[in-house]
């Protein structure tokens, strides 16, 4: 089993920037797939990011438009999202997300692990 547990989300005005984190334990973390999805109120939930094992195959969301990096620091098995020039229409609920590489056929999912989430607002 893999624990996921974000950190990092907050309120920001509109053009801001925020970092979030998630940190993970359980599993081998040079061998998961890692990745962000994001839910607005009322909204389906929605591929964000994800970054394969090894870190050097990144994916993005269709609505990121280059505003957004994923990262990862195996050696400290954490996963990193750094989100600049926020819009109101980022706010939601973001959760970090893991699978093992291997098993990963589609970025987009299935992912096994989910973290609960961490808020994010920006106000406009």
């Known amino acids: 089993q893999v624990q996921l547990v974000e950190s990092g989300g907050g309120v920001v005005q509109a053009g801001g920037s925020l970092r979030l984190s998630c940190a993970a334990s359980?599993?081998?973390?040079?061998?998961?797939?890692m990745g962000w999805f994001r839910q607005a109120p009322g909204k389906e939930r929605e591929f964000v990011a994800a970054?394969?094992?090894?870190?050097?195959?990144?994916y993005y969301g269709d609505s990121i438009e280059g505003r957004f990096t994923i990262s990862r620091e195996d050696d400290k098995k954490t996963v990193y999202l750094q989100m600049n020039n926020l819009e109101a229409e980022d706010t939601g609920v973001y959760s970090c997300?893991?699978?093992?590489?291997?098993?990963?056929?589609?970025?987009?999912?299935?992912?096994?692990?989910w973290g609960q989430g961490t808020q994010v607002t920006v106000s406009s």
């Open positions: 997300v893991s699978h093992p590489d291997l098993l990963l056929y589609e970025v987009r999912g299935p992912y096994a692990y």
């Open positions: 359980g599993g081998t973390f040079g061998l998961l797939a």
């Open positions: 970054i394969r094992a090894g870190g050097l195959e990144t």
